[in-house]
């Protein structure tokens, strides 16, 4: 009886989870939008509050202080917040266009993405990039169509764009009415209702709501004869054209589109009410073992993201954990196969940004956070009961190479010491240069901003000055074959011979074109963009 109410309680609790990133090109309202999902699930007073009292939390998942003097999002983080009986898990990707590694594999924890356009823009290059990561893993993708307060393009342009560029089919939940200073609300398709809303003073909290329909003389009036005309004829071309489907959605040939203003909160609330009845619950995940289901009974998860020094009054390195299956409890043993060990977890955090509080049990789709004395990886699987490791993260490879030289050579064991810590979270990779006279780290990241990234964090949390040499380098690959053949390719005229922590053979090449050559010169050898 009590392993049945378990086995109840957990799918229960399975059910409840939503857990998804939200994607986006730079300055398309990602951070205006997760502020404004967290005012409409309470977790937050006063949207755009990010001065944040002592007992009052704040929005900004920006820890950083890069990321607070420019703005931006470079790291990723979690917020978790409950909404109308829902526990939602929100991954904190960056927007900004350099992105790093991090933000990848933080889509490896999700289990669906909301994609944020700019609707005077549409879709945009970094947007793009990350649609199709989410694409290779088979995320649901639910597109909020951003700042209709602004002029925009046509609707059905925008839609069109989506289909044309992404390949998904885009099908409207509902339908803006007007733009720009006359955008008023959202036409819902599902219940015919027309949701119009009142701005507030500084859009600092829910905007009012008036449910009513078409026929309402407040849309004539804003509304100039043509848009009155064209709002009506749209909705109706929907109707007959653009139906959706559930499970098109879940297998990824559909995205779920909504119109809206997170700036002055049009239209949001209406797209969270639909996101967490149709976002899928948390799903299974492959493993060496099987298919590993939420409901089983044990618990298991991974790590996909390890930070140091988030908040300077811990000073300590944190493992985030995806719990993929069974409940998890403070205090539990759990095997860490990549060790060999068994590991007891006495303090698990939950988070909002860059609060944490301990917490005692956590379900699937959670994220957990693990107090990390360097014994965690990215990829390492835990474990109650059975042995396995889960499906390893993806590798990307980098794009912009550079020198890293430490000025200061007495402050060498910081230096290393740093350097260590930044590649164990995946901030960027090492290379050094096989047979040089000297031994400076060649820094490899996915985005060139790691660069500055890499330098900030060596100097404010190891106190260590540096110097960066960028490459013209624009391609790694890991280079296998006969050594006779290795041998002779052209190591002294531009193609640097290096090595990766373990000791592997990494061809740095100037483009595209160069490796191409090569490839056909030399059919022995294997080219893999990254290592196995």
Same mark, same amino acid.
């Given at each position: ?48 509050? +990010? ?77 793009? =990039? ?102 009506? +004829? ?74 140091? %020094? ?20 403070? %205090? ?188 056909? =010169? ?5 080219? =893999?963009?990254?290592?196995?």
């Amino acid at each position: 009886m009590t392993d049945n109410h378990n086995s109840a309680d957990l799918s229960r609790e399975v059910a409840r989870r939503r857990t998804f990133a939200i994607i986006s090109h730079p300055d398309a309202g990602k951070t205006t939008l997760t502020e404004k999902l967290l005012l409409y699930g309470n977790a937050i007073h006063l949207a755009g509050s +990010v001065r944040a009292r002592r007992n009052q939390r704040s929005a900004t998942s920006d820890w950083m202080e890069m990321e607070r003097e420019r703005g931006i999002s470079i790291t990723s983080t979690v917020l978790q917040f409950p909404y109308e009986g829902y526990i939602i898990n929100l991954l904190d990707t960056p927007g900004h266009q350099d992105f790093s590694e991090d933000t990848y594999r933080t889509l490896t924890a999700a289990d669906s993405a909301v994609m944020v356009l700019d609707a005077a823009k549409g879709v945009e290059p970094q947007t793009r =990039k990350l649609f199709e990561v989410c694409s290779k893993r088979g995320l649901p993708i639910f597109t909020l169509i951003n700042k209709m307060d602004r002029p925009a393009m046509d609707p059905l342009e925008l839609l069109d764009e989506i289909e044309t560029v992404l390949g998904m089919r885009a099908v409207p939940m509902n339908w803006p009415i007007g733009d720009g200073d006359s955008f008023m609300g959202v036409y819902d398709r599902a219940t015919e209702e027309v949701h119009l809303y009142d701005r507030t003073a500084r859009n600092q909290t829910i905007s009012p709501e008036y449910i009513t329909t078409l026929d309402d003389p407040r849309i004539a009036e804003r509304l100039s004869d043509y848009q009155f005309e064209d709002l009506h +004829v749209n909705i109706g071309l929907l109707d007959e054209m653009m139906t959706f489907d559930h499970d098109d959605l879940l297998a990824g040939r559909q995205t779920a589109v909504y119109f809206g203003s997170a700036l002055t909160n049009f239209g949001i609330q209406l797209f969270l009410n639909d996101f967490v009845k149709l976002a899928p619950a948390p799903a299974m995940y492959s493993s060496d073992a099987g298919p590993i289901r939420p409901i089983d009974d044990e618990f298991s998860g991974f790590v996909f993201k390890i930070q140091a %020094n988030m908040n300077p009054r811990h000073r300590d390195s944190v493992a985030f954990v995806r719990v993929c299956s069974g409940k998890f409890e403070r %205090n539990m043993t759990v095997n860490h196969p990549s060790s060999g060990r068994t590991i007891r977890l006495p303090r698990p955090y939950t988070f909002f940004a860059e609060e944490r509080a301990v917490v005692d049990e956590a379900y699937p789709g959670d994220i957990i956070g693990l107090p990390s004395s360097h014994s965690f990886g990215i990829g390492d699987t835990l474990s109650e009961g059975r042995k396995f490791s889960f499906a390893p993260i993806p590798r990307f490879a980098p794009e912009h190479f550079a020198r890293l030289v430490n000025v200061d050579i007495g402050k060498q064991k910081n230096f290393l010491k740093g350097l260590h810590q930044l590649e164990t979270e995946g901030a960027m990779q090492i290379f050094y240069e096989a047979d040089a006279m000297r031994r400076d780290p060649i820094l490899a990241v996915v985005g060139v901003l790691q660069f500055e990234v890499v330098q900030a964090r060596l100097e404010s949390e190891y106190n260590v000055e540096t110097r960066l040499q960028r490459l013209p380098h624009s391609l790694a690959r890991w280079v296998e074959g006969p050594e006779e053949q290795i041998e002779l390719l052209p190591w002294r005229y531009g193609l640097v011979r290096a090595q990766d922590r373990d000791g592997a053979l990494v061809g740095l090449f100037n483009s595209e074109h160069e490796l191409s050559y090569y490839e056909g =010169k030399y059919p022995d050898l294997s080219f =893999k963009q990254t290592p196995d």
